[in-house]
């Protein structure tokens, strides 16, 4: 526990702007942990990254075998797909540019950017476009 002090201190020391730190094996840890329970009971992971916003820490959750990655905007899909993310899925609403709020349930969608991205791990279950799916409903 002292050598983690230790080495805590030496971080805040380097880093001038409020920062989570996050010990290498307790995150490996919690990334190992999620994908086992998934497995176990036969679910696919798709994290979302809106936490971190870390490209490393992304990879890592890739490299566990996830389902792709997760965004909330189209900027941190471009951010990811720029470093080489596939399987990208955009968890809010697009809405075309100049298309006013409201205007036009066409215009609403959830959508992949990269790769194959689904909205659920069970086939059986359609997505919400499948169920035609408008603003607000």
Known sequence: MNRLRQALGALVERIDTAAPIVPAHVM???????????????LDVR??????????IGRRQVKAET???????????????????????IAHPIRPAGNDKGRGSGA??????CGSASTTSRPSAPSPMQRGATPGG
């Open 28 to 42: 490996r840890d919690g990334i190992d942990r999620i994908q086992g329970f998934a497995a176990e009971h036969s």
């Open 47 to 56: 994290p979302h990254v809106k936490t971190h916003k870390c490209v490393e």
């Open 67 to 89: 389902n792709g990655i997760t965004v909330g905007n189209v900027g941190e899909a471009e951010v990811f797909a720029e470093a080489g993310f596939d399987g990208i899925f």
């Open 108 to 113: 609403w969608s959830r959508r992949p950017v």
